[in-house]
Nanobody, 125 residues
Framework: QVQLVESGGGLVQAGGSLRLSCAAS????????MGWFRQAPGKEREFVAA????????AYADSVKGRFTISRDNAKNTIDLQMNSLKPEDTAVYYC??????????????????WGQGTQVTVSS
């Protein structure tokens, strides 16, 4: 069983940066592919970024490519999401997720079976 706790959300002006972190518990963390998703009010949860179990493969949504960077540290059981050049449309609750089903990156929310509680990111214009 894996438990995920996000941190690092907050309020930032457009063009600014934030770094989200996700701390995972459980010995099997390093064998799970991980992802970040977000959900804005009135919208469905959408894929943001994913990283394979060893960190060798990453994937990004087109809307964040070139601005966001996902990384993981299996020694520390953490994954991070560095968010630069933030835009008001990035405002959402951001969720960390883990999948025990796949080792490689996956963009589908249904592929993930462990979720954090979410952290709010608000970007003002």
């Amino acid at each position: 069983q894996v438990q995920l706790v996000e941190s690092g959300g907050g309020l930032v002006q457009a063009g600014g940066s934030l770094r989200l972190s996700c701390a995972a518990s459980g010995r099997t963390f390093r064998s799970y592919a991980m992802g970040w998703f977000r959900q804005a009010p009135g919208k469905e949860r959408e894929f943001v970024a994913a990283v394979s179990w060893r960190g060798g493969s990453t994937a990004y949504a087109d809307s964040v490519k070139g601005r966001f960077t996902i990384s993981r540290d299996n020694a520390k059981n953490t994954i991070d999401l560095q968010m630069n050049s933030l835009k008001p449309e990035d405002t959402a609750v951001y969720y960390c997720a883990a999948t025990s089903k796949y080792y490689t990156v996956d963009r589908r929310p249904g592929a993930y079976d462990h979720w954090g509680q979410g952290t709010q990111v608000t970007v003002s214009s």
